[in-house]
């Protein structure tokens, strides 16, 4: 595929991420941000998101499997996973998020637990969605072209 | 007008999330500060050279800073962490010499009465997450009214020693203190509005 291909494929890709809801205007304003002084900015943010995630789904897992639920310890997780995907701008998994907290005031552990499943689904979606907005980013640079806002 | 001279102004950005730290920090940094994160209260309050009890006799002059050779022009941290929340922090520091520090709070959630309570405590300003460059543009004139601040003071600190003859010629170059809105501020790059 040529670069011009490339660059098209790039910009149809990110925007039916924004339009099928897997980002928002957040994710927009983090590519704002990036520049010659800051080149990988983007991907860093991402990379410390998908550790982040990672780490509190394992948690928030953990959590849920106990005998006796502490509700405020799991909501504590699903805040900052919220806050986390908000501050990207994964629209999805922040919506999820919402839901579950619900869950966790009223103590619903089926809720809780179906939102886990959610959030685990949604978060593996936008994982390898944005893997693969990057890989294409990395050929386009590979190819010797720039990246097309 | 006094400018506060070509010095930097050096942010303080308090939040528990790794990422919030990332982006902050770059925000920051696109706006030509120079920022230091740290990741809880009790970090902070190091930073600053304050210690968890300092809370001074609020009648005490206050010095500009009183801790190590860095100088901080303004904290800005989220409301909710672990341990001391923002709101602790800002307390401590409005205790604290440091009283005159502007502080703003962040936080992703829209509670009315949590904003009332910050900003009644002395908070300058109340940010919603995401925070945007938008928001932080206000922050140059809090610091700036700051530093004049602090100048005036030390201007008058330094005239009380002096002779009755200087006190006159010094007090007919002093700055005036009702700059606010002139405070230039520099052109910031430009967002695109949606």
Same mark, same amino acid.
């Given at each position: 595929m040529d670069l011009v291909?490339?660059?098209?494929?790039?910009?149809?890709?990110?925007?039916?991420?924004?339009?099928?809801?897997?980002?928002?205007?957040?994710?927009?304003?983090?590519?704002?941000?990036?520049?010659?002084?800051?080149?990988?900015?983007?991907?860093?943010?991402?990379?410390?998101?998908?550790?982040?995630?990672?780490?509190?789904?394992?948690?928030?897992?953990?959590?849920?499997?106990?005998?006796?639920?502490?509700?405020?310890?799991?909501?504590?997780?699903?805040?900052?996973?919220?806050?986390?995907?908000?501050?990207?701008?994964?629209?999805?998994?922040?919506?999820?998020?919402?839901?579950?907290?619900?869950?966790?005031?009223?103590?619903?552990?089926?809720?809780?637990?179906?939102?886990?499943?959610?959030?685990?689904?949604?978060?593996?979606?936008?994982?390898?969605?944005?893997?693969?907005?990057?890989?294409?980013?990395?050929?386009?640079?590979?190819?010797?072209?720039?990246?097309?806002? | 007008m006094v400018m506060a001279g070509e010095s930097q102004f050096h942010v303080l950005a308090v939040d528990?999330?790794?990422? !919030?730290?990332?982006?902050?920090? +770059?925000?920051?940094?696109?706006?030509?500060? /120079?920022?230091?994160? &740290?990741?809880?209260?009790?970090?902070?309050?190091?930073?600053?050279?304050?210690?968890?009890? !300092?809370?001074?006799?609020?009648? +005490?002059?206050?010095?500009?800073?009183?801790? /190590?050779?860095?100088? &901080?022009?303004?904290v800005i941290t989220d409301y909710c962490m672990p341990g001391m929340t923002g709101y602790d922090l800002l307390k401590k520091i409005k205790e604290s010499s440091l009283r005159n520090m502007p502080v703003v709070i962040m936080s992703s959630e829209n509670v009315p009465s949590r904003i009332t309570r910050c900003l009644e405590e002395g908070a300058e300003e109340f940010f919603l997450k995401p925070v945007r460059l938008s928001d932080l543009s206000k922050l140059r004139p809090l610091m700036l009214k700051t530093k004049l601040k602090d100048q005036n003071q030390k201007q008058e600190e330094k005239a009380a020693f002096q002779s009755p003859k200087l006190q006159q010629v010094e007090q007919k170059q002093q700055p005036s203190n009702d700059d606010k809105g002139k405070a230039i501020d520099e052109g910031l790059s430009p967002e695109k509005k949606n």
């Open positions: 291909q490339l660059q098209r494929q790039l910009v149809e890709y990110r925007t039916s991420l924004y339009h099928e809801g897997f980002l928002d205007e957040q994710f927009t304003q983090l590519q704002e941000l990036q520049d010659e002084n800051n080149p990988d900015f983007v991907v860093e943010v991402v990379s410390l998101f998908f550790e982040d995630s990672e780490r509190l789904l394992n948690e928030l897992t953990k959590a849920l499997e106990q005998q006796s639920i502490d509700f405020k310890r799991v909501d504590a997780h699903v805040h900052q996973l919220k806050g986390s995907s908000s501050s990207i701008g994964a629209q999805r998994v922040q919506k999820v998020c919402i839901a579950f907290r619900n869950y966790c005031e009223e103590q619903n552990v089926e809720g809780c637990l179906k939102c886990l499943q959610q959030v685990r689904h949604e978060y593996s979606l936008v994982k390898t969605k944005l893997e693969s907005m990057f890989q294409l980013e990395q050929q386009i640079l590979s190819a010797g072209g720039s990246i097309p806002m | 528990d999330s790794i990422i !919030d730290r990332k982006i902050i920090q +770059t925000l920051l940094k696109t706006l030509s500060y /120079q920022v230091t994160t &740290v990741d809880s209260g009790a970090k902070a309050l190091e930073f600053l050279g304050l210690h968890q009890d !300092d809370t001074t006799n609020p009648n +005490t002059p206050s010095p500009p800073n009183n801790h /190590q050779e860095v100088e &901080v022009n303004l």
